[in-house]
């Protein structure tokens, strides 16, 4: 299984950005896929996941301002960001987890793109 994320870039603050996972290889819609986010100089954080079911959670820094979508018929997942903030500045990373329903944990998933990085300006 391959994940390819694409879509990161410069934007100021304020404005929208939408992050694209693409999974190819043995992939399985029942799985649950996640986004996480690593700054410079911190430790990788959960953002957000999105279910089998379709249902999702987001840590709070993001909640209300950023969505998780899945296009299983397409084996893609979907990062729309709004309302952008300076401390959103990482490089985002997604992955598929373990199970259908999977948690927040970098140990709940298994496979793990290479990265698109966010910079959001001031």
């Known amino acids: 299984v391959q994940l390819q994320a694409s879509g990161g870039g410069l934007v100021q603050a304020g404005g929208s950005l939408r992050l694209t996972c693409a999974a190819s290889?043995?992939?399985?819609?029942?799985?649950?896929m996640g986004w996480f986010r690593q700054a410079a100089e911190k430790e990788r954080e959960f953002v957000g996941r999105?279910?089998?079911?379709?249902?999702?959670y987001y840590d709070d820094s993001v909640k209300g301002r950023f969505t998780i979508s899945r296009d299983n018929a397409k084996s893609t997942m979907y990062l729309h960001m709004n309302s952008l903030k300076p401390g959103d500045t990482a490089v985002y990373y997604c992955?598929?987890?373990?199970?259908?329903?999977?948690?927040?944990?970098?140990?709940?998933?298994?496979?793990w793109g290479q990265g698109t990085l966010v910079t959001v300006s001031s």
């Open positions: 999105i279910n089998w079911t379709g249902s999702t």
């Open positions: 290889g043995r992939t399985s819609s029942n799985n649950a």
């Open positions: 992955a598929i987890g373990l199970r259908p329903y999977s948690g927040r944990e970098l140990s709940d998933y298994r496979y």
